[in-house]
């Protein structure tokens, strides 16, 4: 049986998504920062966390946007192959979600429809940027990621060789968040995608920061790998906010994905402290 779903929930649905991911941060990333002042050994940096910890707490209760820049609304839709959707366009009910939340929840608009040359803001924060996946079931699920230009301007992509190995893959992710530096507003959670091809590589990147913070890789090989990252990425003694100290970044995610013999693609998706996103299957 195929099961109808009409676009009005769908733009019902990103609207509050919308708005929530910007207003909440999720419950993991707050305990995260308030395990990081326990364990920062600086000063000024224990009070870049705390000041970060009452503005996730602030913006919550007084339904405001935890920050001034509300972001590229970045939207996954898992879509069952036993889903009819009705009524209009999908794409469409996205962005109208999206319009809608943008005024109704005072963000931002940050979008310019010409990247280049005038750079005419849209007024409403669309387009969104859509990634689709075909999944079985009859169900949609909804994930908003709104991204900070901030963080999204640090992020990079390489096309390595095979034979750069592990070393030359780590060297690169270590560059990528050192080159960051405090202008990608740590601490970070740091998104690395390694395989797939050169436009697959930064959709893992991106998709690994919507992991829980804290939740390691299934993966035996990869959990290891992503503990050894945040092990080297701390070292680099940025600290919170850039102002030096022992956390530069809460978490590290990485995902991977089978890849030509030629190659070796790896992208890195920095992510500031304000790790948002909210979720929704309908």
């Known amino acids: ?26 419950e993991e990333a707050v305990l995260a920062f308030k395990g990081a002042v326990e364990r920062e050994e600086s000063e000024l940096g224990r009070e870049v966390l705390s000041q970060i910890v009452l503005n996730a707490e602030l913006s919550s209760k007084e339904e405001l946007p935890y920050c001034q820049d509300t972001g590229v609304t970045v939207v996954f839709l898992e879509v069952g192959q036993d889903v009819n959707v009705v009524g209009g366009s999908l794409t469409e009910a996205v962005n109208e979600g999206v319009r809608r939340a943008t005024e109704e929840g005072r963000l931002r608009a940050s979008m310019v429809w010409d990247p280049v040359f005038e750079r005419k803001n849209t007024k409403d924060n669309t387009p969104a940027i859509i990634h689709y996946e075909v999944v079985p079931g009859d169900r949609i699920k909804i994930t908003v990621a709104p991204k900070g230009g901030g963080s999204e301007n ?22 990528t968040v050192k080159l960051a530096g405090p202008n990608a507003c740590p ?15 930064a959709i893992l990147a991106k998709k690994a920061i919507l992991r829980p913070i804290g939740e390691r890789h299934s993966d035996p090989l990869i959990r290891k790998v992503e ?38 693609p790896v992208a890195v998706n920095i992510q500031c402290h304000a790790c948002r996103h909210a979720e929704k299957e309908i």
């Not at 640090?154 to 030359?168: H, I, N, Q, V």
């Open 1 to 26: 049986m195929v099961r109808e779903v009409h676009i009005d929930e769908i733009v019902e649905a990103v609207k509050e998504l919308t708005i929530k991911a910007n207003y909440e941060l999720p």
């Open 154 to 175: 640090t992020s990079r992509l390489a096309m390595l060789k095979p034979a750069d190995g592990w070393e030359g893959v780590k060297k690169f992710i270590l560059e």
């Open 187 to 201: 601490p970070l959670t740091v998104g690395v995608g390694i395989g797939g091809n050169f436009e697959y590589s």
């Open 227 to 264: 503990e050894e990252l945040m092990e080297d990425i701390n070292k680099l003694g940025l600290g919170p906010m850039g102002f030096g100290g022992t956390v530069t970044a809460v978490d590290v995610k990485v995902e991977m994905y089978p890849c030509h013999i030629a190659s070796l």
